[in-house]
């Protein structure tokens, strides 16, 4: 499962260059509204709510926004009802592909995404042709440069993680059951450990190699995916080479300056 914390710290650093314009918050309100209409507006007994709000208070979202759209998807307030779409395709070099979206026009958000998927040079595929290769997980990395292989594998393992690697060059990646990576996170926030990535996510479980031209027709794709006001989440299973990946996050914090 190695590798996701490149994609990870694509988005990561897309999400800062989004704050700047404020683009990054819209999408967070639809998903805490989505979270807080499903499970309640109690984070305390919502784990969906709860992760959402850290997240979005670690990109700086303004109390009062978070309370607002929790209001609007419990009905305190009025809101637009959004529905839940996943969409599976192909990109360049076969990579699979799943767009999580929120959206209150369905059939205009599969027409717009399958116009993007066709734009970028892949092509949208019918439910089940990719999400077989993927599993809900939680995610957390770790920069290396924070703490020390064995302190860290035994603090997260004690602390309810299933897996912690450290193949990547320049994060530890730790993996957890979705329900459990909250508590993961408290482990390192006691032990004053900071991490770089702590969500959710459906990772791979086995991962396409593309580099070349593939490989950047690839991150048109999902960058042109991820900025359509409907999506919440692109998750693949490239395998795409470092300097690339290097290359892409500096374009993502010039973006943010």
Known sequence: MSGHSKWASIKHKKGAADQKRGKVFSKFVREISVAARLGGGDPGSNPRLRAVVAKAKQFNMPSDNIEKAIKKGTGELPGVAYEEIAYEGYGPGGVALIVNCLSD?????????????????????????????????????????????????????????????????????????????????????????????????????????????????????????EDHDDVQNVFTNADLPDELVEAAARRERAGGA
Do not use: H
């Open 105 to 225: 026009n369905k059939n205009r958000t599969s027409s717009e995404i399958r116009n993007i998927f066709d734009k970028k040079k892949g092509r949208m595929a019918g439910a089940g042709s990719v999400a077989w290769n993927f599993a809900k997980k939680g995610f957390i990395a770790v920069e290396k440069s924070a703490v020390e292989e064995d302190q860290l594998l035994a603090l997260a393992l004690d602390a309810g993680a299933e897996d912690c690697s450290a193949e990547e060059k320049e994060s530890y990646e730790i993996y957890t059951r979705p329900e459990a990576v909250e508590d993961v996170k408290k482990a390192l926030d006691a032990q004053g450990i900071k991490y770089t990535v702590a969500e959710v996510a459906l990772i791979p479980k086995s991962t396409v190699a593309v580099s070349g031209r593939d490989a950047q027709q690839l991150l048109d794709l999902v960058e042109e995916l």
